[in-house]
C-alpha cells in the first residue's frame, strides 16, 4: 500500500504572472497562472503595477489551484515559494502570501531561486518527457539571464558562463522593438522568422571569451542596420519583415549553440538541457534537437508550459528541498538578485 503524497503548494511571482501549483511528490495536480496584459500598453513591465496586479490576483489564484487539484488547504504539507531573483516588488506579495499561511498552517516553508526552478523543471514527471542524469549541461535563457550551468545534483549548481551585458531574451525583445513589433516582441520575431531566409542579412557574432555571452553589440548592429536601410527605403522593415526576423533568430541562435557546443567539448558533458522564457522559441529547440544528430549530444526540451515563469517550476524545487527538510523560516527575505 502506498504512502500518502506530500502536497505542497508552489507561488511563482518574480515578474508579471502571478502563479499558484499543487504538487502530489513530483507531479502536477494544477498550476494556474494569471497574465498581466496591463503591460502590453507601456511596452515591457511596469514593476509598481505588477506588485499591485499580484495583490489583486494571489488568493483568487491560488483557491482556483486548491480546487482544480480537489485538496483543501489543510491537506498541504509545506508551502514554497519564489525568493529571487526578480522585481522586488512582486516578489514580496508572493513572499508574504507564503509565510502568512505557513504561519497559519503551521506547515514548513520552503524559499526557491527562480533560476534553479527554470533547470529543474525537467523533472516534473510528465508523461512522454525523459528526465536528465546527473551531471548535465543546462542553458538558461530567459529575459533576465543567459547562463551556462553545470549540474551536478539537485543542490549542486555551477555557473560555467553568463552574459556579460544583456539577456538574450532582452536582445529578442528590443530588435522586435526596433522593428514596431508591439510587446512582448520575442515571439513574433519567432514567428515571422519561420517564413524567412535566415541567411538574407548577415549580422557579426560578438567575441566573448570562454563560456560568457554579449549581447549589446548585437542589438547596436540590428538597430544601425535598421536605421540605415529605413533612410534609404522607408518600406524597408515590411518588405523585409520574415527575413530580417529570421537572419536575427539565426544569428543568435548561432551564439547560445557555439557556446554549448564549447561547454560540451571543456566538461564532455553530453546532456544538454534548456529552460527559461526563451526556451519556448521554436527555432532554438529545433537547433537543439538537431544538435543530437550533428553534435551527438542529447537534449531534454521543457514542456511548454513550463518554460514561461509559472509556479509548477517552483514546486518541483520545492519538493525536493522538502525531501531534505531545506527549509526557510519565517525572517527569509525576497531577494532581486540571488545566486544559487
Known amino acids: 500500500m502506498s504512502s500518502k503524497p506530500n502536497y505542497i503548494l508552489a507561488i511563482e511571482s ?6 499558484a501549483a499543487i504538487m502530489a511528490d513530483n ?4 498550476n494556474i497562472v494569471a497574465r498581466q496584459e496591463i503591460h502590453e ?3 515591457g513591465v511596469v514593476p509598481e503595477l505588477a506588485s499591485r496586479a499580484h495583490q489583486q490576483n494571489i488568493v483568487p489564484v491560488v483557491d482556483i489551484a486548491l480546487k482544480k487539484a480537489g485538496i483543501t488547504k489543510d491537506q498541504l504539507s509545506a508551502i514554497a515559494f519564489t525568493q529571487g531573483p526578480g522585481l522586488m516588488g512582486s516578489l514580496l506579495v508572493g513572499g508574504s502570501f507564503a509565510k502568512s499561511l505557513s504561519l497559519a498552517l503551521d506547515i514548513p516553508l520552503v524559499a526557491v531561486n527562480h533560476m534553479h526552478a527554470h533547470i529543474l523543471c525537467h523533472f516534473i514527471d510528465e508523461e512522454g518527457y525523459d528526465k ?10 530567459s529575459g533576465g539571464h543567459t547562463q551556462i ?3 551536478n545534483s539537485f543542490f549542486d549548481l555551477e555557473i560555467l558562463g553568463e552574459t556579460t551585458d544583456d539577456a538574450v531574451g532582452e536582445a529578442f525583445d528590443k530588435s522586435a522593438k526596433v522593428l514596431g513589433f508591439p510587446y512582448p516582441g520575442g515571439p513574433l520575431i519567432d514567428k515571422y522568422a519561420k517564413e ?4 538574407a542579412f548577415q549580422f557579426t557574432k560578438p567575441k566573448v571569451d570562454g563560456l560568457n555571452f554579449s549581447f549589446s553589440g548585437l542589438k547596436t548592429q540590428i538597430l ?13 522593415i515590411e518588405e523585409n519583415k520574415a527575413d530580417i526576423c529570421a537572419s536575427i533568430q539565426h544569428t543568435i541562435i548561432q551564439i547560445l549553440i557555439d557556446k554549448l557546443r564549447l561547454a560540451v567539448k571543456e566538461t564532455g558533458i553530453q546532456q544538454i538541457v534548456i529552460g527559461g522564457g526563451v526556451s519556448a522559441n521554436s527555432g532554438i529547440r529545433q537547433a537543439l534537437k538537431d544538435g543530437e544528430k550533428k553534435y551527438k549530444w542529447k537534449a531534454f526540451i521543457p514542456k511548454f508550459e513550463y518554460t514561461t515563469d509559472n509556479a509548477a517550476m517552483i514546486g518541483i524545487v520545492g519538493y525536493y528541498r522538502f525531501k531534505e527538510s531545506l527549509f526557510a523560516d519565517s525572517s527569509v527575505v525576497s531577494k532581486a538578485r540571488i545566486e544559487f
Open 27 to 30: 507531479k502536477v495536480l494544477s
Open 14 to 19: 518574480s515578474c508579471d504572472d502571478t502563479s
Open 196 to 199: 524567412g531566409n535566415p541567411k
Open 41 to 43: 500598453e507601456y511596452g
Open 132 to 141: 536528465p542524469e546527473f551531471p548535465f549541461l543546462a542553458m538558461t535563457i
Open 149 to 151: 550551468v553545470k549540474v
Open 224 to 236: 544601425y542596420f535598421i536605421q540605415k536601410n529605413v533612410a534609404i527605403n522607408p518600406n524597408f
